[in-house]
């Protein structure tokens, strides 16, 4: 295996110095031992004349497999990254490392940076080699005395200790007792030991281990992150995620580059890692870059709620209409997220021209992806006259159109079920329904209408989605009669409902003739139903999974048809 020497750290290394680094990189280290008293006294030697922290990555063969200048914080090489992942599993490498300065002043060892490298790459061990800058070197009985003042050794434990702690720092010792030390017999007792707990934790094939990641900033309460992390659990649940933690910041704003702090972002690596995770969901919308470090630092794939949202849409499409429109808002989300890979991607071709660079594949794939933006957008000016020639024919024909809204998982699609007897698709899930379904019933005066169910709203819907399914939405500013159907039992109706009028303000709607259904009132208190009804325009009380209040509902849609239309109710009556 060849080694990497990776000197981004370290300037001005003299020549002689740089060759001491590669004739260390040569060295293998015996594999029953941690280390050797010769590595050990090369290392040492190197810091004490440069100054500077010198980290090795050595394998269980004893190979060195890479040498970085600097601290164990800067030590990035993809042996570590998702090699032998998993709850279950430590990396097969560990990290030695020297560090300048006496046992007297570090009496405990590795710091907490240091112990997070070794959780986040699950390291076998950590070797910290103590280097006094004032010792001297004695080799008069081939023993190395000094600079090197004592070994700090620290491994991963299979569950939390007493402190809450996931590793643990052994007591120091000298360079010939970590030598004798028998490494193997150690690391193979460790990983049956985390063999035994890994049962656990299992993973499915295919499955994603998600952790959510919520930021309360300034005016909000650790109790509303909850809720909206709770929501967001729903949704990574819908999408297909299991959700195994979840972490929170109180920031006044997002960090630019980490969307957390550095600190934060180092305890998130370590949860993802005792849980076995794969995937992290950003309650909020991240930016390219954000996104991109984030992944780099924590080494799984991160999304945001937008891209979570867009990602259980493309499921739930079903039709060649819904499938148009959430391509459309994908390809909007994913083009500024593009990242091109340098002059090494050009484009290059023959002739008078094209010789030099050419066109970059980066550049390739923004002009297909805009090529492919214009044709969809000019497809869903096509559903929008295809359904504005649907609309003009319902007012040729005088058919008052009522269009059931609200926030997504309220009960809509079981309200229409139970008000048309029909069978449209019914589920405990966000986002069940996506594609408007339109069916037609009567009054109790026995006068026809249309009753359409419209995709559900959500806290934060990505404008990217409400600008393509804008052909689909229209269905509610177009109608005569809103129904905001309210799911009553919610412990968090009441920011429900303001997210539902701030989205109708959006599309210009809220100024709707609105009707108000309290759905799921047989799993609501009476005296909240009380207390919305106080508070909410046009209150019915209903249980659509039960059928009651169906009657009152529809009589109050007949009322509010006689209002608002009365020419429509005479003539189809």
Same mark, same amino acid.
């Given at each position: 295996? !060849? ?76 042996? @570590? ?11 097969? /490498?560990?990290?030695?490392?020297? /560090?300048?300065?006496? &046992? ?11 112990? !997070? ?168 919308? &991240? ?20 891209? @979570?949202? &867009? ?18 808002? !994908? ?158 039992? /919610? ?9 539902? /009028? ?5 599309? !210009? ?11 799921? $009132?047989?799993? $609501? ?24 209040? @169906? ?23």
């Amino acid at each position: 295996m !060849q080694a990497k020497l990776d000197l981004a750290k370290a300037k001005g290394l003299k020549k002689s110095e740089i060759k001491q680094l590669q004739r260390m990189m040569q060295e293998r280290i015996p594999e029953r031992s941690v280390l050797s008293a010769t590595l050990a006294e090369s290392m040492a030697a190197f810091s004490n004349e440069t100054g500077l922290s010198l980290c090795l990555v050595v394998n269980r063969r004893g190979q060195i497999v890479n040498v970085t200048v600097g601290h164990p914080r800067d030590v990035v090489i993809p042996e @570590l990254r998702g090699l032998r992942h998993g709850p279950g599993r430590l990396s097969g /490498h560990r990290l030695i490392y020297t /560090h300048n300065g006496s &046992l007297a002043k570090n009496a405990n060892g590795p710091n907490k940076e240091d112990l !997070q490298c070794l959780a986040r790459n699950r390291l076998d061990f950590l070797v910290q080699i103590l280097v006094d800058p004032q010792g001297e070197f004695s080799r008069s009985r081939g023993e190395q005395t000094r600079p090197v003042d004592a070994i700090f050794r620290a491994h991963l434990l299979p569950v939390r200790d007493g402190n809450g702690q996931i590793w643990k720092v052994l007591p120091p010792c000298t360079v010939r007792e970590a030598e004798n030390e028998e490494f193997d017999k150690v690391i193979s007792a460790l990983e049956d030991e985390f063999k035994r707990v890994a049962p656990r934790f299992p993973i499915a094939d295919g499955e994603e281990r998600a952790v959510l990641v919520g930021l309360i900033q300034e005016g909000q309460d650790s109790w509303q992150i909850e809720d909206e992390l709770d929501e967001l659990s729903q949704l990574a649940r819908t999408a297909g995620a299991t959700v195994r933690g979840r972490l929170t910041q109180a920031r006044l704003q997002p960090d630019p580059k980490f969307f957390l702090g550095s600190g934060k972002v180092q305890e998130l690596a370590l949860q993802i890692q005792e849980l076995g995770a794969n995937l992290v969901v950003i309650d909020h919308e &991240l930016s390219a870059n954000q996104q991109r470090n984030l992944e780099e630092a924590l080494g799984v794939k991160v999304i945001d709620r937008t891209e @979570l949202i &867009l990602d259980i849409f493309a499921q739930r499409a079903n039709t060649k209409e819904g499938k148009l429109q959430i391509e459309l808002a !994908q390809l909007q989300y994913l083009y500024p997220r593009l990242v091109g890979q340098g002059p090494t991607l050009s484009r290059l071709g023959g002739g008078i021209g094209t010789r030099g660079p050419g066109e970059t594949k980066l550049e390739v794939d923004r002009r297909r992806i805009r090529d492919r933006i214009n044709l969809l957008a000019k497809e869903t000016l096509r559903i929008r006259s295809y359904r504005d020639t649907q609309r003009r024919r319902r007012i040729t024909e005088k058919l008052p159109v009522v269009a059931l809204t609200g926030y997504t998982n309220s009960g809509k699609s079981t309200l229409l079920n139970a008000l048309t007897k029909s069978a449209s698709l019914v589920e405990d899930k966000l986002f069940a329904t996506l594609d408007p379904s339109t069916r037609r019933t009567v009054l109790p005066d026995h006068s026809p209408i249309l009753i359409t169910d419209t995709v559900g709203f959500i806290r934060k819907l990505p404008p990217s989605l409400v600008t393509a399914f804008g052909a689909t939405l229209e269905e509610v500013v177009v109608a005569d009669i809103l129904v905001h159907v309210v799911d009553a039992s /919610h412990p968090n109706v009441m920011e429900q409902i303001e997210s539902v /009028h701030d989205a109708l303000s959006e599309l !210009q709607a809220v100024d709707r003739p609105m009707i108000t259904v309290l759905n799921k $009132a047989d799993a $609501a208190r009476h005296e909240d139903l009380m207390w919305l009804s106080s508070q909410l325009p046009n209150p019915v009380v209903v249980s659509a999974r039960e059928r009651t209040g @169906l009657g009152r509902l529809m009589d109050k849609i007949q009322e509010l048809v006689q209002e608002v239309c009365p020419e429509r109710s005479r003539s189809t009556a």
